[in-house]
């Protein structure tokens, strides 16, 4: 119904914005991906998502077409609703979750508040073929850089450090350079570990 918002931007936060567009001030909800990518100029220009529920209707934001895409297709997952949605797109990038849910990376979005093994499994069920088709990913090079990443952490939970913070270190090392091999994100991780 409302493809964009085009005007002044009035106030903003981490979660949500106001533009006024010729008079009108339109509260507008956004993720923290898009409050990053926001210009530091007065005006602006969003897209838009418009939920209608019984007892309201919420405009949801975005700086970029492709995250309203991910938002979309994540609505449409039983069990995904807008707030979980947001904040799915607040706690990765939506390069991060396409990549998440083509190569199946369960860890990685059930790493998000919210959403339990059971949700994780469904997300990626319901969205693998629509992402791998819509974002035209190589499934093979996605697939082995999980297999990289998995068998580092591995190797560090031998070697002694703790889970959780070897997942951090190793996650940005195969978001800077997803052809690492094993050795290198195991090396990597070490120097910042």
């Known amino acids: 119904m409302i493809a964009h918002l085009q005007g002044k931007l009035v106030e903003k936060s981490p979660t949500q914005i106001i533009i006024d567009c010729g008079g009108v001030g339109y509260h507008v909800n956004i993720s923290l991906h898009t409050y990053s990518l926001l210009p ?15 007892d309201a209707h919420t405009l949801f934001g975005f700086v970029e077409k492709s995250e309203r895409e991910i938002f979309k297709m994540l609505l449409s997952v039983s069990g995904i609703g807008a707030s979980i949605a947001r904040t799915m797109l607040s706690s990765l990038d939506p390069k991060q979750i396409t990549n998440a849910i083509a190569s199946g990376d ?37 697939s082995q850089s999980n297999t990289n990443r998995d068998e ?20 940005k090392i195969v978001k800077d350079d997803p052809e690492a091999s094993v050795e290198s994100i195991i090396k990597k991780a070490l120097k910042n570990l």
């Open 40 to 54: 530091n100029t007065d005006f602006i220009k969003v897209y838009t998502h418009l939920q209608i529920k019984e």
């Open 106 to 142: 369960v860890v990685t979005i059930q790493s998000i508040k919210g959403i339990g093994s059971k949700t994780a499994q469904r997300v990626i069920l319901d969205l693998k073929d629509k992402v791998l088709k819509l974002y035209d990913l190589d499934e093979v090079s996605m």
């Open 152 to 171: 580092a952490l591995s190797a560090l939970e031998v070697l002694g450090f703790l889970r959780k913070s070897s997942e951090r270190v190793v996650e």
